[in-house]
């Protein structure tokens, strides 16, 4: 099994940067790969940006330009670089890691942009 655990939320301006971190924890030898999503109120969860364990990367069009998703191998972390935020992109965000065609989910954390 793997434990994402996320961490970097908060509270930021419209127009302003946010970096979410995830640490994987397990069996991290066995992922193929990482991501984001997130889940606004009354909407459903959305992917927004994945990399795989050759670094390919995916980006929902919704961030693309704004977002940046990054990994550390050494630290088995995945990042996700949040610039030019805008209000809908407030949200919690989720981070998954796919290992042996399954998915385990952090506990999400709260981005909300407001002014």
């Known amino acids: 099994q793997v434990q994402p655990v996320e961490s970097g939320g908060g509270l930021v301006q419209p127009g302003g940067s946010l970096r979410l971190s995830c640490a994987a924890s397990?069996?991290?030898?066995?992922?193929?790969?990482m991501g984001w999503y997130r889940q606004a109120v009354g909407k459903q969860r959305e992917l927004v940006a994945t990399?795989?364990?050759?670094?390919?990367?995916n980006y929902a069009d919704s961030v693309k330009g704004r977002f940046t998703i990054s990994r550390d191998n050494a630290k088995n972390t995945v990042y996700l670089q949040m610039n030019s935020l805008k209000p809908e992109d407030a949200a919690v965000y989720y981070c998954i890691a796919v290992a042996q065609y399954l998915s385990y989910w952090g506990q999400g954390t709260q981005v909300t942009v407001s002014s």
């Open positions: 990399i795989t364990s050759g670094g390919s990367t």
């Open positions: 397990g069996s991290i030898f066995s992922i193929n790969a």
